[in-house]
């Protein structure tokens, strides 16, 4: 870990019409952290989500990103060219249905090599060999190389949208509920590949789930939200042995004890 910050949120709200999407949240990611945004359903995790990573424009605040040339820099006062190629090349989103996060009509090489033609990779040998050795990284047998993703399974697709995210080196990943709609048998094995990845790479990571196992199971700190507000916000192991908000303790008793 470095002595900077990589994100650094101040006061972000974001409102639709009189709805609170969510307020006033401020935190700092460091990097290699993963942070869990964790809440019920219409809390604010996707709003707050959208808002950081840019996909969607914040009523009020700032999100400042610690670039690779060692500025800080206000994420809503780059350009769309600038923030396109911030998101090619130093971020990840992965998206809950991986449909959202896939080209499901190209073949799973071309959904990982294309991700390196962005950042300028034009070695065909490389590009191929490349993705070839990602997809074996997230257990894709390589003699799937040439078929596309709608010929997969759910778990496959996901670990196919993981490979395509990583491929590239990114400093920071999104995830929005990254093992939504998987049974959970399949959760399982992609949360163990999910953790393995991000330790291997020293990534930093912000993941939305509903689901507290996902975020013991891969976050170091994390976030409550309820109606649009973080009510809560520690480690994780703390948060989660030892809730102090009594919303926080209603949602361990009812979710984790299983
Ligand atoms: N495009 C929109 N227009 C109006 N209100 C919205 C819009 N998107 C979200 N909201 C409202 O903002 C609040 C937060 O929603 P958000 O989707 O961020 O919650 P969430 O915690 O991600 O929920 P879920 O887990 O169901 O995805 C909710 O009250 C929701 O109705």
Known sequence: MTDQPLLKVRDLSKFYGSRIGCSNVAFELWPGEVLAIVGESGSGKTTLLNCISTRLMPTTGSVEYHMRDGQYRDLYHMNEAERRFLMRTDWGFVHQNPADGLRMTVSAGANVGERLMAVGDRHYGHIRQTASEWLERVEISTDRIDDQPRAFSGGMRQRLQIARNLVT???????????????????????????????????????????????????????????????????????????????????????LQV
């Open 169 to 255: 080196g990114p400093r920071l990943v999104f995830m929005d509920e990254p093992t939504g709609g998987l049974d959970v048998s399949v959760q399982a094995r992609l949360l163990d590949l999910v953790r393995g990845l991000v330790n291997d790479l020293g990534l930093a990571a912000i993941v939305v789930t509903h689901d507290l196992a996902v975020a013991r199971l891969l976050s170091h700190r994390m976030m409550v939200m309820k109606d649009g507000h973080v009510i809560e916000h520690g480690l994780t192991d703390r948060v989660l042995d030892d809730p102090r908000e009594p919303y926080t303790q209603l949602l361990v008793s009812s979710i």
